[in-house]
Structure formats: structure tokens, C-alpha cells
């Protein structure tokens, strides 16, 4: 009998501490519950067919070339918006800086999350 409850304790306390303590994200968004405070969002790549990419462009006008396409349901990381051309009634463009360089994304192409009230507006 004890020397069997010893061999199961013997065998809980060679459990590998990685799978008791996962790791805990570095980075706190505590800054999210201050709602007045604008700053960079997540946001999803929305209103696209699946497969399909939207444009980002190197300024907030249609006319200005495409840099990057990014896939319909990705998260990215957008800074700020400029105000510039309208897609659908949206006049809003979404500032994100992919591999150093900056482009533009039309705000109806992104989630609530950076509505131009969520999103400082781009230094110029
Ligand atoms: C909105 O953006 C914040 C800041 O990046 C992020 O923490 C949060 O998960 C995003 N919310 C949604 C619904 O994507």
C-alpha cells in the first residue's frame, strides 16, 4: 500500500513544469479599458470574398499604387487613419507599416475596431 502511493506521487512530481505553468503573455493591453485614450487596434480584414486580398496602397487615395495585398480575415496592426478617397461611403484609411514600409488600407476593409473614433489620426 505505501509503497504504492509513494510510486504515484513519484510519478505526479515527474510531470514536466511547462505543462503545469503555461507561459503568460508578456505584453498587458491595460490600456484597452481606457477608452478615451486612442492608440494602435487589431483589427480584421472584413466585407471581401474569402481568398481575396485588399489593397494597401501607398497613400489614402485609389490612385495611388498598391504596395501590399492583405487576405481576407487577417488581423493586422494599424497605427492611425488619413482621411482620403471613399469606398461605400467610407473616407477613412487605415495606416500599417508592414516589413518597414507604410500603406494604406480603406476603412471599409477593416473591422469596428478602427473606426476613425478607436484610431488616433495619422501625424502628417
Ligand atoms: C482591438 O484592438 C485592441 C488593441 O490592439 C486589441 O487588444 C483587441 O483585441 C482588438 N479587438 C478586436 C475585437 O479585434
Do not use: R, V
Given at each position: 500500500m505505501k509503497l504504492q502511493t509513494f510510486a504515484l506521487s513519484a510519478l505526479v512530481g515527474l510531470l514536466p513544469l511547462s505543462m503545469a505553468t503555461p507561459a503568460e503573455?508578456?505584453?498587458?493591453?491595460?490600456?484597452?479599458?481606457?477608452?478615451?485614450k486612442r492608440g494602435a487596434r487589431s483589427c480584421k480584414i472584413v466585407n471581401l470574398n474569402p481568398g481575396d486580398n485588399v489593397n494597401c496602397r501607398?497613400?489614402?487615395?485609389?490612385g495611388d499604387g498598391e504596395i501590399f495585398g492583405i487576405p481576407a480575415g487577417e488581423k493586422r496592426t494599424f497605427a492611425c487613419y488619413e482621411n482620403g478617397d471613399c469606398v461605400k461611403g467610407v473616407c477613412t484609411w487605415d495606416q500599417i507599416t508592414i516589413l518597414g514600409t507604410t500603406c494604406y488600407v480603406n476603412?471599409?476593409?477593416?473591422?469596428?475596431?478602427?473606426?476613425s473614433k478607436k484610431l488616433p489620426k495619422c501625424k502628417d
Open positions: 503573455p508578456i505584453e498587458q493591453e491595460g490600456d484597452d479599458s481606457d477608452l478615451a501607398y497613400g489614402p487615395h485609389l476603412g471599409y476593409y477593416t473591422d469596428s475596431n478602427c473606426s
